[in-house]
């Protein structure tokens, strides 16, 4: 599928209305963030967000002082903005104690999503917040995981023999333990579906990179792995509730506006994880609602791969329902996710079983 219907159907996956003003409050050169803000102002309330559209609020927070400095919100958005910060850093503090033990016992992690930007101390953005440590390890150090964790008191479910069944259907787990403050996911892979070969994984793991996480070593992805995954995650259809929160695309067009972006590296790792449909929709929406400049070779590498139908059907049902194509395909949706799903599972019940 190419040329107008994929640009319309593409249209359909974008964020939503209230999420993209605040994503180009964030983004735009001042005069027009500022125009931005005050339409979200007119249409929404900071009390009506949802928890990944105070993510969107903390990372704006200091900029409003500048380019609204009369919005009556900002003293309340500050006040939320230092309060979720300073939870979201003791909540990785907290965790921190998970991945000493899984130190202790040989294995390794590599971190995902919003600690890699706590771990990157030479750029770290305070504006940064999130509700947990995810983590990946290797698929064969899933089992001993589970079970150093279960000794430290974390649970998914009964023990750990649950949370390694679970893996058979899902990307990873969420672990906690609520006396000692700890909450962390688990992961064998970077991205929801499709299931991914260890070749891919084994590749993500040599090209991983030091970093340090509170005064501990850690891996983080390659520049381009955590680009190319927070992307294709931003992607994803949630439930009302988890809504991604557009950090993707804050990031893709810092990303555009570098002296020199890494283009075929990103092309690479996003078509290792089969998300180069995501790509092409986050690049359309930067380019043309956040005025990036991005080469149209980028555009055109892009196009050539032949997408399957399976590829197709499956980044469709898991994107954003907001459009009326979205809305009114549900019902199909809602079985492509079912079939997708079920495809992960035997996938992941014939390789982990080896």
Request: hydrophobic share 45%; with cysteine.
């Amino acid at each position: 599928m190419r040329g107008p219907l994929l640009k319309t159907l593409i249209r359909q996956i974008w964020p939503d209305d209230s999420t993209d003003l605040l994503i180009k409050t964030a983004v735009l050169p001042d005069a027009e963030a500022a125009q931005c803000w005050q339409q979200w102002r007119d249409a929404y309330n900071v009390e009506e967000c949802s928890w990944p559209q105070h993510k969107l609020l903390v990372l704006i927070s200091e900029r409003l002082v500048r380019i609204a400095p009369e919005s009556p919100e900002i003293r309340h958005i500050e006040g939320l903005a230092k309060a979720n910060w300073t939870k979201s850093k003791l909540r990785l503090h907290h965790a921190g104690a998970a991945i000493d033990q899984l130190s202790a016992a040989g294995i390794d992690v590599l971190l995902l999503k919003g600690a890699v930007s706590e771990a990157l101390s030479e750029s770290h953005d305070r504006r940064r917040v999130t509700s947990d440590l995810d983590m990946m390890v290797r698929r064969k150090h899933l089992k001993a995981t589970f079970d150093v964790l279960a000794r430290l008191g974390l649970t998914c479910g009964k023990d750990a023999n649950a949370a390694y069944k679970r893996c058979r259907s899902h990307p990873g787990v969420n672990i906690v333990s609520a006396c000692q403050g700890i909450d962390v996911d688990i992961h064998h892979q970077p991205v929801h579906f499709p299931f991914l070969p260890d070749m891919v994984l084994d590749r993500i793991w040599r090209d991983a990179r030091a970093a340090n996480f509170f005064n501990r070593q850690v891996l983080i992805p390659s520049e381009c792995d955590h680009l190319a995954f927070t992307v294709v995650q931003g992607m994803r259809r949630f439930v009302p509730s988890h809504l991604t929160s557009g950090l993707w695309a804050v990031d893709l067009a810092r990303w555009a506006a570098q002296a020199d972006p890494d283009w075929p590296g990103l092309l690479k790792s996003t078509a290792s994880v089969r998300g180069s449909l995501a790509l092409y929709a986050g690049l359309c929406y930067v380019r043309d609602e956040l005025h990036a400049e991005i080469p149209e070779s980028v555009f055109d590498r892009l196009l050539e791969e032949r997408f399957s139908m399976e590829q197709f059907l499956s980044f469709f049902a898991q994107a954003p329902s907001i459009g009326v194509v979205g809305k009114m395909a549900l019902p199909l949706r809602e079985v492509v996710l079912l079939l997708t799903q079920q495809m992960f599972h035997r996938s992941a019940r014939n390789n982990m079983a080896r």
